[in-house]
């Protein structure tokens, strides 16, 4: 229901200008996502000029709760650049 209601926002909203962030951008991503599958976040990475994609092994679609470890870490690091 939520994706239901929420992806045309993203469709004709964000994802139109998803191309224009021009600010350091780290997209987390768990490797095991059903949800959005790796690629649709390497895609993402690919219009994002700049970014980095971190890749969350053993993690599906909620990195951050399933590998805070990881995913922690990472941000931090990312933030101290």
């Known amino acids: 229901m939520t994706v239901h209601d929420t992806l045309p ?3 004709k909203g964000f994802a139109t200008r998803i ?20 690629p649709v976040g390497e895609e993402l990475q690919r ?8 890749r969350i092994p053993d ?3 909620i990195p ?7 995913t922690n870490r990472a941000m931090i690091e990312f933030l101290q650049r």
């Open 9 to 11: 926002l993203w469709e």
């Open 59 to 61: 993690a599906g679609h």
């Open 64 to 70: 951050q709760g399933e590998r805070p470890d990881l």
């Open 47 to 54: 219009m994002i000029k700049g970014s980095t994609l971190l």
């Open 19 to 38: 191309e224009e962030i021009g600010h350091p951008t780290l997209i987390v991503w768990g490797e095991e996502d059903r949800v959005f599958p790796l």
